[in-house]
């Protein structure tokens, strides 16, 4: 996506009148919808037809769903941020969507005004995932590993960086990061950049998930 352009965006639901109503929320602010799908099948095929900045997917739909679609479209070159769109602010397919890739979700019953904000910062490539909601999922869906756990992460991680990782675990921004350890913004925003290279990650979402499933941090441990 181009700095300042309007984010184009594909929106997939089964339910017509859903993405009717998405559709001109988004273009009442001046996002371009470049398409609709109905199905997992379809998003994928317009997805790699009109590339798309963010793909706003639905989960449960008929034939392919929205986690198999997700998966599948990240898993392409240069591909399209996918913000989840969902009923269920607890929801196993939530969890999975997010591991498959997924930049964050969003709920339907959410303001207007959030969507759009919502799609604009997906098209940037900022994950949008409230912290405490992530942590609900995780640890609700998540198999702690054994208290014996081998460290988790690669060997070649710093401590700096295992201390940067600990934090986005427990849902800290930069800021909050850079407080905590006493770094600037920038030197914490690098620590992340090479610590999601490290761990061969997309984002901040799955350096959260990924910690929970190391062991790094545990369910119910405080944050």
């Given amino acids: 996506m181009t700095a300042g352009a309007d984010p184009s965006v594909l929106v997939?639901?089964?339910?017509?009148?859903?993405?009717?109503?998405?559709?001109?929320?988004?273009?009442?602010?001046?996002?371009?919808v470049v398409g609709e799908a109905g199905d997992g099948h379809a998003a994928i095929d317009a997805a790699?037809?009109?590339?798309?900045?963010?793909?706003?997917?639905?989960?449960?739909?008929?034939?392919?769903?929205?986690?198999?679609?997700t998966e599948a479209l990240v898993s392409r070159p240069d591909p399209?941020?996918?913000?989840?769109?969902?009923?269920?602010?607890?929801?196993?397919?939530?969890?999975?969507?997010?591991?498959?890739?997924?930049?964050?979700?969003?709920?339907?019953?959410a303001p207007p005004e959030r969507l759009i904000d919502a799609v604009r910062i997906v098209a940037q490539g900022e994950t949008l995932l409230a912290p405490a909601l992530t942590r609900r999922l995780i640890e609700r869906y998540i198999q702690a590993p054994p208290p014996n756990a081998a460290d988790p992460g690669p060997a070649d991680l710093t401590p700096r960086e295992r201390e940067v990782w600990l934090c986005l675990a427990k849902g800290r921004s930069?800021?909050?990061?850079?407080?905590?350890?006493?770094?600037?913004?920038?030197t914490v925003k690098?620590?992340?950049?090479?610590?999601?290279?490290?761990?061969?990650?997309?984002?901040?979402?799955?350096?959260?998930v990924a910690a929970y499933e190391s062991g790094l941090i545990r369910p119910g441990e405080p944050t």
Avoid: W
């Avoid at 997939?12 to 371009?32: K, P």
């Avoid at 490290?198 to 901040?204: A, E, S």
């Fill in 80 to 109: 399209p941020k996918v913000l989840i769109l969902t009923t269920f602010d607890l929801d196993e397919y939530v969890y999975r969507a997010l591991r498959a890739g997924a930049s964050g979700f969003l709920l339907k019953d």
């Fill in 190 to 208: 690098a620590h992340v950049t090479r610590l999601l290279a490290k761990l061969g990650l997309r984002d901040r979402v799955q350096a959260v």
């Fill in 12 to 32: 997939v639901d089964d339910h017509a009148l859903v993405r009717s109503g998405i559709v001109g929320l988004l273009q009442a602010a001046d996002c371009r």
């Fill in 48 to 69: 790699v037809a009109l590339r798309p900045d963010v793909v706003l997917m639905d989960i449960r739909m008929p034939g392919l769903d929205g986690i198999a679609a």
């Fill in 174 to 186: 930069n800021l909050e990061i850079a407080q905590q350890l006493f770094l600037s913004e920038a």
